[in-house]
């Protein structure tokens, strides 16, 4: 009997690529006392941060030159570096700090965008459908949020600023209410700290896996009405040449929906890439200018 089909295999890190007719790439992984780790998405995670940064430096230098940029290419790079600027780092920090932050934020917005891309890429995978990437990306940007408040405003000022003003009339009783709801909401807005940066890797997470098993499950019904190790008794009961049938229209139809929903999946990459990248903006204007 074959090998059953994993739904998550192509969403889970491991130590080979498996291709067409049975070929797999072997021994992505490496030894550390005496444990073995997969080091699959740790090469396609250096290839984006790889290309990411080459992409940058490139641009980086002829817009330097001050010359108007050609070709599609340095268009595309640029648009999206302006894009960045004027759609996520000024609405989301204020225009008198964005420009300090954009080179992170355009790092962060493209490296996740090309992750995402890459599970679009036949054998590869999506490192950001593995929480232990995302809760990577929303560690680091935890440290961010979290040091400009303190830089802005000290480390005292800022812990401070956690603590709503809470005014009570009347009594003793309405005194003691009013300690109980302020350290309340205290405990709460820094509890909302960790939360924030929890909420980042899930739901980057969660988006990135359902939309890629999503397409792996549609593409599954092709396999299930053909395979002898996938029995399905209506259909094994029609015979050889209604099978044949069925697999044929089936076929067709998952081709063609998988079609349509890659399409899908492409903007739903720059749409996470992007929505990652806009709350990490308005967590650092948050930071830097607290509400109370």
Same mark, same amino acid.
């Given at each position: 009997?074959?090998?059953?089909?994993?739904? @998550?295999?192509?969403?889970?890190?491991?130590?080979?690529?498996?291709?067409?007719?049975?070929?797999?790439? *072997?021994?992505?992984?490496?030894?550390?006392?005496?444990?073995?780790?997969?080091?699959?998405?740790?090469?396609?995670?250096?290839?984006?941060?790889? #290309?990411?940064?080459?992409?940058?430096?490139?641009?980086?230098? %002829?817009?330097?030159?001050?010359?108007?940029?050609?070709?599609?290419?340095?268009?595309?790079?640029?648009?999206?570096?302006?894009?960045?600027?004027?759609?996520?780092?000024?609405?989301?920090?204020?225009?008198?700090?964005?420009? /300090?932050?954009?080179?992170?934020?355009?790092?962060?917005?493209?490296?996740?965008?090309?992750?995402?891309?890459?599970?679009?890429?036949?054998?590869?995978?999506?490192?950001?459908?593995? #929480?232990?990437?995302?809760?990577?990306?929303?560690?680091?940007? @935890?440290?961010?949020?979290?040091?400009?408040?303190?830089?802005?405003?000290?480390? *005292? %000022?800022?812990?401070?600023?956690?603590?709503?003003?809470?005014?009570?009339?009347?009594?003793?009783?309405?005194? #003691?209410?009013?300690? +109980?709801?302020?350290?309340?909401? /205290?405990?709460?807005?820094?509890?909302?700290? @960790?939360?924030?940066?929890?909420?980042?890797?899930?739901?980057?997470? /969660?988006?990135?896996?359902?939309?890629?098993?999503?397409?792996?499950?549609?593409?599954?019904?092709?396999?299930?009405?053909?395979?002898?190790?996938?029995? #399905?008794?209506?259909? /094994? %009961?029609?015979?050889?040449?209604?099978?044949?049938?069925?697999?044929?229209?089936?076929?067709?139809?998952?081709?063609?929906?998988?079609?349509?929903?890659?399409?899908?999946?492409?903007?739903?990459?720059?749409?996470?890439?992007?929505?990652?990248?806009?709350?990490?903006? +308005?967590?650092?204007?948050?930071?830097?200018?607290?509400?109370?």
């Amino acid at each position: 009997m074959a090998k059953k089909i994993d739904p @998550f295999a192509h969403v889970v890190d491991s130590d080979h690529i498996e291709f067409f007719g049975g070929m797999e790439l *072997q021994g992505l992984d490496y030894h550390i006392g005496g444990h073995t780790v997969p080091i699959k998405f740790i090469l396609f995670i250096t290839a984006a941060a790889l #290309i990411v940064g080459g992409s940058m430096i490139w641009v980086g230098r %002829k817009m330097k030159n001050g010359d108007p940029p050609r070709g599609k290419l340095w268009n595309l790079v640029e648009s999206l570096l302006f894009f960045v600027r004027d759609k996520i780092a000024i609405p989301g920090i204020g225009e008198h700090d964005a420009r /300090a932050y954009v080179p992170y934020l355009t790092s962060l917005f493209l490296f996740i965008f090309m992750m995402n891309l890459m599970g679009l890429v036949p054998f590869l995978g999506s490192p950001t459908a593995n #929480i232990m990437v995302t809760a990577a990306l929303a560690l680091v940007a @935890f440290v961010v949020i979290h040091t400009s408040g303190v830089m802005e405003m000290g480390t *005292q %000022k800022y812990l401070k600023s956690f603590i709503p003003h809470v005014h009570m009339e009347g009594g003793a009783a309405m005194q #003691i209410f009013g300690v +109980v709801l302020k350290w309340g909401m /205290a405990a709460l807005e820094y509890l909302t700290a @960790f939360i924030r940066a929890t909420v980042l890797a899930v739901r980057l997470f /969660a988006n990135m896996l359902a939309g890629h098993t999503a397409l792996f499950m549609i593409l599954f019904f092709i396999v299930l009405v053909s395979s002898p190790d996938y029995k #399905i008794d209506f259909v /094994a %009961k029609q015979g050889e040449g209604v099978q044949n049938v069925m697999w044929g229209g089936m076929s067709i139809f998952s081709v063609g929906l998988v079609t349509a929903l890659s399409l899908l999946e492409l903007f739903i990459a720059g749409l996470q890439a992007f929505i990652f990248t806009f709350l990490t903006a +308005v967590y650092i204007g948050l930071a830097k200018h607290p509400p109370h």
